[in-house]
Nanobody
Framework: QLRLVESGGGSVQPGGSLRLSCAAS????????VAWFRQAPGQKLERVSCLSERGERSKYEDFVEGRFTISRDNAKNTVYLQLNNLRPVDTAVYYCAADSSYSYLCYSANPPGYRGQGTQVTVSS
């Protein structure tokens, strides 16, 4: 069973940056596509970005507008999300996710196969 643990969240001012990390344990992460989702209070879970097993394919939702970067280090079983130029609307719990199918993880409206417990990101002046 794949286990995902996020870290790196916190409170920043608008325009600030954070780097989220997701440590995986269990099966090797290089068998899975990975993604970041987020959920703001009272809102539904939404996909932020996803990345294929070896990192050759990636996808970002429109609202990212070039501000975030997803990456992975399979040797460390870790996934990252660099958040730059943060805005108050980016305030949410950010979740790391994984699935054996890149297409499912990046395009399906259904929940991912694996998801962590989340890390809070708050953007406020």
């Amino acid at each position: 069973q794949l286990r995902l643990v996020e870290s790196g969240g916190g409170s920043v001012q608008p325009g600030g940056s954070l780097r989220l990390s997701c440590a995986a344990s269990g099966p090797s992460l290089d068998s899975f596509a990975v993604a970041w989702f987020r959920q703001a209070p009272g809102q539904k879970l939404e996909r932020v970005s996803c990345l294929s097993e070896r990192g050759e394919r990636s996808k970002y939702e429109d609202f990212v507008e070039g501000r975030f970067t997803i990456s992975r280090d399979n040797a460390k079983n870790t996934v990252y999300l660099q958040l730059n130029n943060l805005r108050p609307v980016d305030t949410a719990v950010y979740y790391c996710a994984a699935d054996s199918s890149y297409s499912y993880l990046c395009y399906s409206a259904n929940p991912p196969g694996y998801r962590g417990q989340g890390t809070q990101v708050t953007v406020s002046s």
